[in-house]
């Protein structure tokens, strides 16, 4: 079976600040997606960013990264010049090709950020 | 654009009683997945549709839980009987094709007393 793994439930960082949150997966497809989501109090699911695993450059998305390891079957998201809207709950997931759509999501990293 | 819409947003029910959610995706999108987010399971498919026709329905926990997509624009998630055990927020995603980005709707909270 197809797992996601977040091995840190909560984070932390000071305002301003570099934050770097981890994902592995496992899986035995060879192609197949990878995805942050934000889940906020609000509970709205918003896509961060998104790699395909056919890339070899990380994804970039203004103060968002990636670090996409395909053989180490890792995926950590940086956050760059941490916001106070930053705080949120981050989710991993992995979208393997020939599973149709289905994204199979960690179980979550909860951010807070200090001011 | 109008993003993907859900309504209740929150449902408060009785045990027993029938329970639909509804959602409507993003226009021009041709699939469709419900998913249901609880403390215990995390995130987790149920169902999805592709072009209004349900592809994967291995994510429906039991017989209670039925799906529908009569036309590209309306979905139904309906519970019945419900049971306490199905308390948890309900989440319809869609995007254009079914590999493609899926965007969330806001979710709809269901209580099941």
């Known amino acids: 079976a197809q797992t996601v793994t977040q091995s840190q439930p909560e984070m932390s960082v000071q305002e301003a600040e570099t934050v770097t949150l981890s994902c592995t997966y496992d899986t035995s497809e060879s192609d197949y997606y990878l995805f942050w989501y934000k889940q906020p109090p609000s509970r709205q699911m918003i896509l961060v960013i998104r790699?395909?695993?056919?890339?070899?450059q990380n994804a970039t998305e203004n103060r968002f990264s990636v670090n996409f390891q395909k053989a180490a079957k890792s995926f950590s998201l940086k956050i760059s010049d941490s916001q106070l809207g930053d705080a949120a709950m981050y989710f991993c997931a992995s979208q393997p090709y020939n599973q149709g759509g289905k994204l199979i999501f960690g179980q979550g990293t909860e951010l807070s950020v200090k001011p | 654009d109008a993003g993907v819409i859900q309504s209740p947003r929150h449902e408060v029910t009785e045990m027993g009683q029938e329970v639909t959610l509804r959602c409507k995706p993003i226009s021009g999108h041709n699939s469709l997945f419900w998913y249901r987010q609880t403390m215990m399971r995390g995130l987790e498919l149920l169902i999805y549709?592709?072009?209004?026709?349900?592809?994967?329905d291995s994510g429906m926990p039991e017989d209670r839980f039925s799906a529908k997509m009569p036309n590209a624009s309306f979905s139904t998630l309906k519970i019945q009987p419900s049971e306490p055990r199905d308390s948890a927020v309900y989440f319809c995603?869609?995007?254009?094709?079914?590999?493609?980005?899926?965007?969330f709707g806001p979710g709809t909270r269901l209580t099941v007393l």
């Open positions: 995603a869609s995007s254009l094709n079914r590999r493609d980005t899926q965007y």
């Open positions: 549709f592709n072009n209004n026709v349900p592809i994967d």
């Open positions: 790699q395909e695993a056919y890339k070899q």
